[in-house]
């Protein structure tokens, strides 16, 4: 069935007043997959971490609102100092980006001399400005298959990312950091088996984030192969562009919830299914409308990277753009 954001007349007075402010300002409003529906509807581009960056480093905008977590306006920031970049909520963070600190990776890194550092897009300025290479789940296979066999490697900080990254690689000198999504990580497999039982007709669509992940491809392997065909491990955007491109019609979705708006809405004659109705990213849905409205009118909140640390990350960051 397909999804139609119905609004009342207040809402839709704000959301006129929203275009007209952007219009004014020669604004961009981007939006992450897991915005509430309302958000993604009034954005111009909607997308993952990768896609979000890209149209931030190519937009004429004067001023780009970033209705997501507060470092993918970090890395608009880097990638377009010119440009004045508002988050309306300075309170959305990130859990797997808090999992490590600048001190804390100094230490890794001088426990590891020469080895090549991949961050993970989920990651404060600071620590971009001291990786070698940013990835999102999109692009961190190619990133890691790109570095040379010889070379050791931190990844970080995702540690069902980092050991997907490294079963599909065969890598043996990669180093992973323990962080983890607060979302993610708490899928455990046996949901997944009980969902699949439930829909045995469905794909299934699993972010690499995922807590499940590396022991649900254990499992697979141990079942003979069982299971491989259905699995598809992509990150947001991807998952938008295997549900479209796929005969499949029914999908259970082990990921965060905001991303069915937009399966729903791309693909109304197919069937979404969560593998939890509790997956909710609590920092992503704190954009509102109302702050949204706010951050247009007022000129709030402005994120900002001085430049010496942005210097140093926009390389990283570059080098995860060209790489996709
Ligand atoms: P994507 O890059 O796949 O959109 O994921 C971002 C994120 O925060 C996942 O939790
Ligand atoms: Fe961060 Fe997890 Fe929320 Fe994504 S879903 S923004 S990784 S806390």
Redesign the pocket.
């Known amino acids: 069935m397909a999804t139609v954001t119905t609004v009342d007349n207040q809402t839709q007075k704000m959301i006129d007043e929203i275009k007209e402010l952007s219009k004014k300002r020669n604004a961009v409003i981007l939006a992450?997959n897991?915005q509430i529906p309302i958000i993604q509807d009034v954005a111009d581009f909607v997308g993952d971490s990768l896609g979000l960056s890209q149209q931030a480093a190519k937009t004429d905008a004067e001023t780009i609102v970033f209705c997501?977590?507060h470092?993918m306006a970090e890395t608009a920031a880097i990638l377009c100092p010119t440009k004045r970049v508002l988050i309306p909520d300075l309170e959305a963070?990130?859990?797997?980006?808090a999992s490590i600190d600048i001190d804390q990776l100094l230490a890794w890194k001088a426990e590891h001399p020469g080895a090549v550092v991949v961050s993970y897009v989920?990651t404060t300025a600071a620590i971009k400005a001291e990786s070698d290479y940013c990835c999102t789940s999109g692009n961190a296979l190619k990133i890691v298959q790109s570095i040379p066999e010889d070379r050791e490697i931190l990844f970080l900080p995702?540690m069902f990312l980092g050991s997907w990254v490294q079963k599909v690689t065969g890598r043996k000198n990669m180093h992973i950091w323990m962080g983890e999504?607060?979302?993610?990580a708490a899928v455990h497999p046996s949901k997944i088996d009980e969902k699949m039982k439930e829909h045995p007709d469905a794909d299934l669509l699993i972010h690499p984030?995922c807590g499940c992940l590396t022991p649900y491809l254990d499992r697979v392997v141990r079942n003979g192969g069982n299971g491989k065909d259905v699995l598809k491990v992509a990150s947001t955007e991807g998952m938008i562009n295997l549900a479209s491109s796929s005969p499949t019609k029914k999908f259970v979705v082990a990921t965060?919830i905001g991303i069915l708006h937009r399966l729903r809405k791309e693909n109304p004659e197919k069937e979404f299914l969560p593998i939890s109705a509790e997956m909710s990213?609590?920092?992503?849905k704190m954009i509102t409308l109302e702050k949204l409205h706010r951050s247009l009118s007022q000129d709030v909140y402005q994120v900002t990277v001085p430049e010496e640390t942005a210097s140093r990350a926009r390389i990283a960051i570059e080098r995860m753009i060209s790489i996709f």
């Open positions: 992450h897991y997501g977590v470092f963070g990130c859990s797997l980006a989920n995702d999504c607060h979302v993610h984030e965060e990213c609590q920092f992503m």
